[in-house]
């Protein structure tokens, strides 16, 4: 293969305190033979002179002499080499929990992780903490390297029970191709030669899978993004756009749009230094000219028509904090997102993650390497697409405007939905509504009125809302039927039945628990405007959720019903095993476990199932129902 066909590779290597990252990264070098003679002989000599029995090929790497002395990486350090086949950059990467930072900086634009276990320690918290940082990162291969087997013997039962102890923790995670290999950094087995001393082991060398992992899918060549870097205007004859594209591909002739001003032009042609192309993709710098005049500026993006990014001044992200000073909600940054600079400030800090265990906690600042997730508000529009899709556009750092340090590092999440931005307003009657292009609501065939009158009772929402196991569902279906055999008209939506089928589609993150009360509650308004009383149940634990469905209804057919139960108490309950499958992993952002409940500030009433009895509780239900004129006389328990 020539080699200017030779594809590139940058691998990220992490492992805790003497797992033997340098020395593995040492003997890359030297099986690729990218070290000069008399490089490796001061090491030799080096290694003589301080007893060793084999050369230490750590001496290569470790440069400051902080980490010579304490025989620890601090630094992120670039190697380079190549074989046959590929080139390669190496970051290198500290793996102590104080150096966070520096890993995530050096880890961020990598293709693959290297993380590194010591077979006499097994997994530890620092390993799982490296795994963890590079879902983070959407790295998506990883390589667990079990190292210095050459000290337990080359025993397959010591490998085997690493890896069974990291699967069970890496199926967590976001990375769905993690391989193990066992070697010995020292002597060089299985790094770039198959080891004779581990005949049970039947995969491929380190080398050789970095040779041939394949990562060219994993470039997104479909959102084309081309982020404004400087408007090069050398004559009145020639006006260009110059950028890097940060993803997707372009072709004269096609259409696109300028972001923010929303105008758009086709690409007339793309320039560059050896002549004009055809066709250019990522990660190219080239130069669009556009058909039409139209103002474009430093800091704009421009993107297929059809194609576009997200927009929006407020978006969630996970955030890495760099620096000594802690954060300040109350502090104005700068934030740089690809060329574009806006003023910004973290409106929410939603929790904070534990790396060493991967527990959410509530948090007011963020301390030096501390990572949580917050909601960002910026003065000025950005376009940005989710870092799981783009890591390009879904990436950004924070500033300080005094110092101009670099105090964090974000990965946005998704933009911060108000309940303004969740609907369209009907302007007949001011109701908020959602509808698809080019429909007219034509209104109910029969008024809500004559059905309450024909079923002799109005119709109304009763929204329980509470832990998974407070009771809500015991309670509704008592209470319906109550209601029934007293010649109401019901319907009960619980939350597991609609799961089962409108809602079959969705999980339990923050967008798909929005999205499944934004189905509930349209549905619930269908039924209520069939003269229902329509009794929910779910756990809805977003108060901007529950704030949308009451807005389908009329003032006073909304009853919202906090069911309250001590979260102990629904975890000894756990009905259907949900809390063990949290706490295990299974389920992720699950609310009480790893994401939040939002208590009812003001609910129309709050019962308590660690505290009452059901009867009781639905007699007072039965009260307040009676009292407010929903049923007309109370029913017999």
Not at 162 to 167: G, L, P, R, T
Not at 197 to 221: C, F, I, K, Q
Request: aromatic share 8%; proline share 4%; charged share 25%.
């Amino acid at each position: 293969m020539p080699t200017g066909e030779k594809s590139l590779l940058r691998f990220t290597t992490t492992g805790s305190v003497d797992d033997g990252k340098s020395t593995l990264i040492g003997r890359l070098l030297y099986e690729t033979k990218s070290i000069y003679e008399d490089q490796y002989e001061a090491i030799e000599k080096t290694s003589r002179r301080r007893g060793m029995q084999d050369v230490d090929l750590a001496l290569l790497l470790d440069g400051l002499a902080a980490e010579r002395e304490q025989g620890i990486t601090i630094d992120v350090a670039h190697r380079y080499f190549e074989t046959s086949r590929r080139k390669f950059i190496i970051a290198d990467t500290p793996g102590h929990v104080q150096y966070t930072r520096n890993m995530v900086t050096g880890a961020s634009t990598a293709d693959c992780s290297v993380i590194l276990i010591d077979a006499r320690n097994g997994v530890l918290t620092q390993s799982r903490r490296h795994g963890f940082i590079a879902s983070l990162l959407q790295i998506p291969h990883m390589i667990v390297a079990i190292n210095k087997m050459d000290l337990v013997d080359y025993e397959q039962s010591v490998y085997e029970q690493i890896v069974a102890d990291y699967q069970a923790f890496s199926d967590k995670l976001d990375i769905h191709d993690v391989v193990f290999i066992p070697v010995s950094a020292l002597k060089g087995d299985n790094v770039a030669e198959k080891s004779a001393r581990m005949p049970w082991y039947e995969g491929a060398t380190l080398l050789h899978y970095l040779e041939n992992v394949h990562v060219s899918a994993d470039r997104n060549l479909v959102d084309f993004r081309f982020p404004v870097q400087y408007v090069v205007r050398p004559h009145l004859d020639f006006r260009g756009f110059a950028g890097k594209i940060v993803s997707g591909t372009i072709s004269p002739g096609e259409e696109i749009v300028v972001l923010p001003s929303g105008q758009s032009s086709r690409v007339r042609s793309i320039v560059t230094s050896e002549g004009d192309l055809l066709e250019a993709f990522s990660p190219q710098s080239v130069i669009l000219t556009l058909q039409d005049e139209i103002d474009v500026s430093r800091g704009d993006m421009i993107a297929r028509k059809n194609n576009l990014p997200q927009v929006g001044n407020r978006f969630e992200a996970i955030l890495c904090w760099m620096d000594e000073q802690g954060l300040s909600p109350a502090t104005s940054y700068i934030l740089k997102h690809t060329t574009r600079t806006v003023k910004a400030y973290i409106s929410k800090i939603i929790y904070k993650i534990d790396v060493n265990t991967l527990h959410r906690e509530p948090a007011e600042s963020f301390g030096l390497n501390e990572i949580g997730r917050v909601e960002i508000t910026t003065a000025a529009p950005v376009f940005f697409d989710a870092y799981k899709l783009n890591h390009s556009t879904g990436s950004f750092i924070l500033i300080d405007p005094l110092t101009n340090a670099t105090v964090a590092a974000g990965l946005i999440r998704g933009i911060t939905r108000t309940l303004g931005e969740m609907l369209d307003t009907d302007d007949r009657d001011g109701t908020p509504k959602r509808k698809s292009p080019h429909t007219v609501w034509n209104g109910m065939n029969i008024p809500r009125e004559v059905r309450e009158e024909r079923h002799g009772h109005p119709a109304a929402v009763l929204w329980f809302t509470g832990y998974s196991g407070s009771g809500k569902s015991t309670i509704a279906r008592r209470l319906e039927r109550i209601l029934f055999d007293a010649g109401c008209q019901t319907m009960l939506l619980d939350g597991d039945s609609i799961r089962h089928g409108l809602c079959g589609d969705l999980g339990f993150s923050v967008w798909d628990r929005t999205e499944n009360i934004r189905r509930v509650g349209e549905v619930a308004k269908l039924f209520f405007e069939a003269g229902h009383m329509v009794l929910c149940t779910f756990i809805s634990p977003f108060a901007q959720d529950r704030a949308f469905v009451r807005s389908l209804f009329p003032e006073g057919h909304f009853w919202e019903i906090h069911v309250k139960c001590d979260l102990e108490v629904c975890k000894r309950r756990d009905p259907n095993g949900l809390y063990r499958k949290a706490l295990t992993g299974e389920i992720l952002e699950f609310t009480g476990i790893s994401s939040p409940y939002e208590e009812p500030l003001a609910p129309e009433l709050t019962v308590e199932t660690d505290l009452q009895s059901i009867d009781g509780i639905l007699q007072v239900l039965l009260e307040k129902l009676e009292g407010n004129g929903i049923v007309k006389q109370r029913p017999v328990m």
